[in-house]
């Protein structure tokens, strides 16, 4: 670095770090002028006062012009002469600065940017020394442009720039150095003009070198102060002067140093050996100029090869710095092709692990080998996978190098100043091992995945050969897999046809099963039926709107026998004679009570009663209204039906009496307005038969007579409205239809009763909201409803005394229940939630009576035994005559 300034300060034949040069330069002057030298003062060495005494030059030179006066005109020619030289060398001079500008020219553009010198630029100022000086700098360094106090250039391309920018800094050097000779030359040429002309008008003697030399010393001193001199600059700057005005610079110091010698001052510098020796100094000090220019143009030359070098390694570098890119790029490529591949054959090691475990399931010994496999390709995802991390950390080491290299390259690059070309070489040096290195290492790591690629290939093939495995065993396989299949198919199908007949039979035994259990059922009822006991049908009411809104059913009927209540505590289970459904119509409810009605044409006793909870729907049972008419009015055309089919046998008659027991009280619904209220009382006849005493009895020949004489008694029953029945019936209805069939053969007399009872319903006083009247009834409704109640559990349980007396309702009952009668019992009941306990209590009620036998006896058929036993009675005493007399 040091050698570009120290070569600049050659060029410019200033060595700044000798003040023996100042001496040099002094002797130099001496020998030009043959004349002893003053000394040269620099910057700040004032000279003695003696030495610029104007007096004492003005003494010396008028008495040198009174001693030389004849000389004067030689001098005056040799001035010319001098002049002539300098107009030659100051043409010289010009055409050199045209050449320089043409180079200058020719010369590409200074980069925007780098600061240079501009041609007017002074060199003889410090500052514009200073910023070429780092310029050239550069060029034996770091080959980069860079001028004072500048940021560091970091674009490689300047490095180029940067030499041509020396090239053109040095041109301007040498351009501004022969201005400078230029226009010294210029001044001295000026000068000894104007002293011409002086000494031709011939002032030369008046004025006196005095103030000539005073001139000079005064310009000298202006050109000193403004060069603000400092040691070395001021020696650079008389430098330029003494080469360029030797004479006038001479002759002043020699003035000055010389006060005494008068004579010899004012001659030296009149002498025209002066002026040529100074002119020969000028030119010879422009030769060594040349001579600057020309080695600073050999140690551009010089510098050549070391900027051609750092740029062959800055390309080095790059194609470094690529070449690791490629390499990077290649290895990131191989890493993802292998990532690839074992993602591949990872998705494919799934298939095929689901497809062995399917597939190897056929026989032991695949399983085996299924094992095998499984257990090889295992090892060897393993080790693929160990690959595959290994390739992975090595990518990353790769990485993280190549950042580094980027990073020190990036520093070496933007380095300030790289020390010298050794040390620039050992980097490069460094950076190549470096390289070699990482290309060894890269080697080895393509040596290693060559390797890895070629156990790759081994798997890959063993893969293959497994998929092959895979492929017939499946094939295998599947064809016993198909050959099973068909046969299977065969059996499956047999399995399936055996299944459907076993099904259609296992429907036929259910249906039969069903079948039977109804008949079951039925003879089960009818034995029960001839044994006497009570048939009990459950009817269940359908749930009005308002309750289907809020309320939930909690009926399920099972069968037409079996009902399940579901209550909190548990599904409670009730069986009767027969459940019907809340949807079940009236016309289905009759078709099984119609049987009944034959009954009484029998002579048997027949009881149709219906009980239950208010508003569950007796009366609708029982008689229903004029769409829905109930049992009684279906009752009614049955009777006189039958009355029909038996005309030819029998002559059959039909009374109807109507009563109602209401607060405990008979009324007799079908007493006649004008008929006097008799006393109702109740009484059993000798066959058990109950009657009431006088209550109308009202004969009957037809269907609509009895409908109408029914609706009549109908309308004079106690009806009111409460919370739980818009119409509550708030008295027990007790029909009786007596039928006497008096045979046309044997004049035998059947009699039969039919007995509809429509009792009270019973009631919560909370729920129905009864007061008053009303709760009396109520009341007296649940009294009755709880002495039949009794009378069925003692009848139930076979008790020796049966409480008919209890109530009115029980002795009205008693040829009903428990007595000759076959008894038909409907309970009904609601499905609502709300009613739950109400229905409960109904349905156990029910069940109970379920349990109570009648002793239901044909009333013919006791008369027959009775006339049978008077017949043996009278053949036992030895009678003769037997003959019937019932
Ligand atoms: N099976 C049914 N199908 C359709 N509606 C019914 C049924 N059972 C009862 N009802 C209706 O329910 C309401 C009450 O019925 P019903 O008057 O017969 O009850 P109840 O048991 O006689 O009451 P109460 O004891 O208060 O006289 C009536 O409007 C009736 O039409």
Known sequence: ??????????????????????????????????????????????????????????????????????????????????????????ATLTGRLEVLKAVQQVLPAVPSGTEINSETDEPDSLEPVQEVTPSIQNVSGTIRPKKVGDKKTNTEASSNESDLLALLQLERLAQQASRRDYELLRKQYQRLKEELEWRDSGHGDDL?????????????????????????VALKSWTWRSSSTPSQESAATIRESHPGDNTSTCSSIESPSVANSENKHSWSEVQSRDKIITQLRSTI???????????????????????????????????????????????????????????????????????????TENKEFVQMRGLITELQQKEN???????????????????????????????????????????????????????????????????ENLQEENIRLKSEVTEAIYRDRESNMEKLEQVGRELQQAMEAN???????????????????????????????????????????VQHSVADVVDPYTLVINTPKGPKEFHFDRVFLPEDTQETVFEDTHTLVQ??????????????????????????????????????????????????????????????????????????????????????????????????????????????????GLHSRHTG?????????????????????????????????????????????????????????????NKSLSTLGDVISALASEQPHTPYRNSKLTMLMQDSLGGN??????????????????????????????????????????REIARLKAIIQKLRRGEEDVEDTS
């Open 208 to 232: 006196g070198d005095a103030e000539f030399s005073s001139e000079l010393i005064s310009d000298r001193d202006r050109d000193s102060d403004s060069v603000q001199m400092k040691p070395s």
């Open 507 to 549: 429907k036929l035994l259910v249906e039969d099963i069903n079948r039977e259990r109804v008949l079951r059922k039925k003879y089960f009822n009818t034995i029960e039926d001839l044994k006497g006991k009570i048939r009990v049908y459950c009817r269940l009411r359908p749930m009005t709107p308002a309750e289907q809104r």
């Open 599 to 712: 009954s009484a044409f029998d002579g048997y006793n027949v009881c149709i009663c219906a009980y239950g909870q208010t508003g569950s729907g007796k009366t609708h049972t029982i008689i229903g209204d004029d769409i829905q008419p109930g049992l009684a009015t279906r009752t009614f055309e049955r009777i006189f039906q039958l009355t029909e089919d038996h005309q030819a046998q029998f002559d059959v008659q039909v009374s109807c009496s109507m009563l109602e027991l209401y607060n405990d009280k008979l009324i007799d619904l079908l007493r006649l307005a004008d008929q006097t209220e008799v006393k109702l009382e109740i009484k059993k006849d000798k066959r058990g038969i109950v009657w009431v005493q006088g209550s109308r009895i009202s004969p009957v020949t037809d269907a609509n007579q009895l409908s109408d004489l029914f609706y009549r």
């Open 721 to 781: 409205s409460t919370r739980m029945n818009d119409r509550s019936s708030r008295s027990h209805l007790i029909v009786s239809i007596n039928i006497e069939c008096t045979s046309r053969l044997h004049g035998t007399v059947i009699r039969g009763k039919v007995s509809l009872l429509d009792l009270a319903g019973s009631e919560r006083f909370a729920k129905s909201g009864s007061s008053g009247d009303q709760l009396r009834e109520a009341s007296s409704i």
């Open 1 to 90: 670095m040091t050698c570009g300034t120290v070569t600049v300060e050659k060029a410019y034949g200033i060595d700044c770090k000798s003040s023996v040069a100042v001496e040099e330069a002094n002797t130099e002057l001496k020998s030009i002028t043959k004349l002893p030298v003053r000394r040269l003062y620099l910057n700040g060495d004032v000279p003695p006062s003696s030495d610029v005494s104007g007096g004492s030059r003005c003494a010396g030179r008028n008495h040198g012009r009174r001693v030389d006066g004849d000389k004067a005109g030689a001098d005056i020619e040799s001035l010319k002469k001098q002049l002539l030289i300098v107009d030659q060398r100051l």
């Open 301 to 375: 030359a010089e510098l050549e090869p070391a900027v051609d070098k750092a740029r062959a390694e800055a390309t080095q570098r790059d194609m470094i710095n690529k070449e690791l890119d490629r390499k990077n790029k290649e290895l990131q490529m191989v890493i993802d092709n292998l990532t690839a591949n074992i993602e591949v054959l990872r998705a494919y090691q799934l298939t095929e692990q689901h497809i062995h475990e399917k597939t190897f399931v056929s026989s032991d010994d695949n399983i085996q080998r299924k094992r095998t496999y499984k257990v």
């Open 397 to 463: 080491e790769y990485k993280v190098r190549i950042e580094q290299l980027e990073k020190v390259l990036r520093q070496s690059n933007s380095l300030p100043e790289v020390p010298n070309l050794e040390e620039l070489e050992r980097h490069v040096t460094h950076m190549e091992q470096e390289l070699e290195h990482k290309n060894e290492r890269l080697a080895a790591f393509e040596q290693y995945l060559e390797t890895k690629e070629e156990e790759f290939s081994v798997m890959k093939r063993d893969l």
């Open 821 to 862: 009668a076959k008894t038909l019992l409907f309970v009904t009941a609601s499905i609502a939630a709300f009613n739950l306990d109400e229905t409960l209590t109904s349905l156990t009620y029910a069940s109970r009576a379920k349990a109570v036998t009648n002793a239901a006896q044909r009333s013919a058929d006791c």
